[in-house]
């Protein structure tokens, strides 16, 4: 575990037992002089409905798909009414908000497969770049056989659709070739590797 990781951990740990939602938020995501973060996700919230600017705010600032959102403020919700969020409740939100602070602190890193061990976790065998390009492999086989046993390990290893696997897959091929996937694609790629991460931890 990286010294940031067993830092979150701790900080998770600790604000457990504390009374609300909001206590969790500036200790894990790191406050910003100009704003606490409860104050910029009510916000944000606000505007989903009002306009397409919201929307990009949510994939290029904190790289979530809107269910995620939905879940993450669902959450904050129940527990700035008073309510107390069920155990799996709260282990969701400690995912998206750990997720959360690591696509912000490897927002610069300089290629595809550099997110992928933090984001998704150290490997079980093969590194993940290398997990992903075979499992693509298998799928383009000739091989019916093949091609369907890696269908198989989509749904039930990446929870993922085909498309968007090959939406993921786009990305990484953009920044193995030394190009530079734009802010939507980043987006959309860290998107889906948080719910991977996500799906594979709650499964």
């Known amino acids: 575990m990286s010294p940031q990781e067993s830092r979150q951990s701790s900080v998770s740990r600790d604000l457990q ?33 009002t306009g397409d600017a919201a929307q990009e705010r949510l994939a290029s600032e904190l790289y979530l798909a809107q269910d995620a ?8 919700a129940t527990s700035d009414a008073g309510g107390e969020p069920t155990g799996a409740e709260w282990a969701a939100a400690f995912a998206l908000l ?14 595809f497969a550099d997110l992928l061990d933090p984001l998704l976790g150290p490997p079980s065998g093969d590194p993940w770049a290398t997990y992903l390009d075979q499992l693509q492999a298998d799928l383009q086989s000739s091989d019916d056989q093949v091609v369907e046993a890696a269908k198989q390990r989509l749904a039930t290893e990446l929870y993922l659709a085909q498309d968007a696997f090959d939406r993921l897959m786009a990305v990484k091929a953009t920044s193995d070739a030394g190009g530079e996937p734009t802010d939507a694609d980043w ?9 991977i991460r996500i799906s594979t931890t709650l499964a």
Do not use: G, H, N
């Open 69 to 76: 959102f939905d879940r993450l403020m669902a959450v904050k």
């Open 187 to 195: 987006a959309a790629a860290f998107a889906l590797l948080q719910l």
């Open 17 to 49: 037992a504390k009374a609300t939602f909001a206590d969790l938020l500036d200790p894990l995501l790191d406050a910003s002089p100009s704003r606490t973060w409860s104050a910029y996700l009510d916000q944000l919230l606000a505007e989903l409905d």
């Open 98 to 111: 750990r997720l959360i602070r690591i696509s912000r602190d490897l927002q610069a890193k300089a290629t």
